[in-house]
């Protein structure tokens, strides 16, 4: 839309643009072109001198994600001194913002139907004023809906996260992923020490930061959301504590193809479990295999059966623990059902508390161990 109005109607575009806080007086005088999807992005406008082409704005439109810092950064690459940075979001509140504040203008979807509702008067084709019109009652629905999905620690769990109530329920992976990010904002407010990141940033800063160190991010996987949180504990080898559903897991991990020590946990553990001669594998594991297995790491497992499992008796259904599962070569997992009536608040506070042992149980550990 907002390529549209730069193509019919070039100064109603800049006056849009001055609305949401860009500047373009230094425009003046210049020949410039909007481009949609150029080097990914998705609305930029350059300044064309001959052959060459300097980029004066680069705008992302976030409808059905959420804003994330790392994503961003990839586009301050491409930007020169004289390139302003637009983040339009439907979401108005979300993890890192004041971070990405701190280089990006950012824009709801109310703020872009006031600044178009603003330059109404210079469209006269009736045909384009009316839809323009119905564009801004249709995003300032979007804005009004988008308002309603904040988390309340007093509420279900499994309510917010599994059961959908969306009025469009189209965009209910949208509800989803802003109130799991919600939810990572309110454990990352009581546990500091962690970071946000992807997987391929934890990859890189295991080469760098110590064994215990806490990580965080969020996703989607067929329109489920996802809590991650990442413990380090040597190399690619990490701990996981992960939400998924209605599924509470404890999971180990192994980031990367290039970890050889991690992948001959994940493998001997998995052998393990599955009970493939257990005790000829015990006996011959190496001592951070050894580590791992005697629960020295999984402070929470239990031994249940002959084999590790967990039990998180304040928030499970009775019964529900099953067996280890695995998730591609490098992702072992095991998960209990999440009680109906357990609390945003009484999940976040279990996280905590494991946290807290295996963070501390890992740094002692890999004392030991050097």
């Not at 373009?24 to 949609?36: A, I, L, M, P, Q």
């Not at 959420?66 to 993890?95: A, G, V």
């Not at 991650?228 to 897991?249: A, E, M, P, S, W």
């Not at 580590?291 to 928030?315: A, D, H, K, S, W």
Request: with cysteine; net charge neutral.
């Amino acid at each position: 839309m907002l390529y549209w109005i730069s193509v019919k109607y070039p100064q109603p575009f800049l006056k849009i643009l001055n609305y949401l806080g860009i500047d373009t007086s230094s425009w003046e005088g210049k020949k410039w072109v909007v481009y949609r999807e150029k080097n990914h992005f998705d609305l930029s406008v350059y300044a064309k001198n001959g052959n060459k082409e300097e980029c004066l704005l680069i705008v992302e439109n976030k409808v059905k994600g959420i804003p994330q810092m790392y994503q961003l950064e990839k586009y301050l690459t491409k930007k020169t001194d004289k390139t302003q940075l637009l983040l339009l979001s439907l979401c108005t509140e979300f993890c890192q913002k004041s971070d990405i504040q701190e280089k990006w203008k950012i824009a709801s979807y109310s703020d872009l139907s006031s600044a178009i509702r603003c330059v109404l008067l210079q469209i006269y084709n009736p045909y384009h004023h009316a839809l323009l019109e119905d564009y801004c009652l249709y995003i300032d629905y979007l804005h009004r809906t988008q308002k309603n999905w904040t988390i309340k620690l007093e509420d279900y769990y499994v309510k917010t996260f599994v059961n959908s109530d969306t009025e469009i329920t189209k965009l209910d992976d949208v509800r989803k992923k802003v109130l799991i990010s919600q939810m990572a904002d309110v454990l990352y407010s009581r546990y500091t020490q962690a970071k946000f990141a992807t997987n391929k940033e934890i990859e890189k800063a295991c080469q760098e930061d110590e064994p215990g160190q806490v990580y965080i991010n969020t996703g989607m996987s067929h329109t489920t959301a996802i809590l991650d949180v990442k413990i380090r504990i040597t190399g690619n080898l990490v701990y996981v504590i992960q939400l998924q559903g209605d599924q509470f897991r404890h999971c180990i991990e192994v980031l990367g193809k290039n970890d050889i020590e991690g992948i001959a946990v994940i493998k001997t553990l998995k052998s393990y479990l599955k009970g493939l001669n257990g005790k000829d594998v015990v006996d011959n594991i190496n001592k951070l295999e050894s580590l791992i297995l005697n629960g020295n790491y999984l402070t929470t497992v239990q031994r249940q059966g002959g084999r590790y499992g967990f039990n998180e008796t304040e928030i499970a259904l009775p019964k529900s623990r099953n067996e280890f599962c695995q998730f591609g070569d490098a992702f072992v997992y095991q998960y209990v059902l999440i009680k109906d009536d357990v609390t945003i608040d009484k999940i976040i506070n279990v996280i905590l508390t494991t946290i807290t042992d295996l963070q501390s149980n890992i740094i002692e550990q890999n004392k030991n161990r050097h």
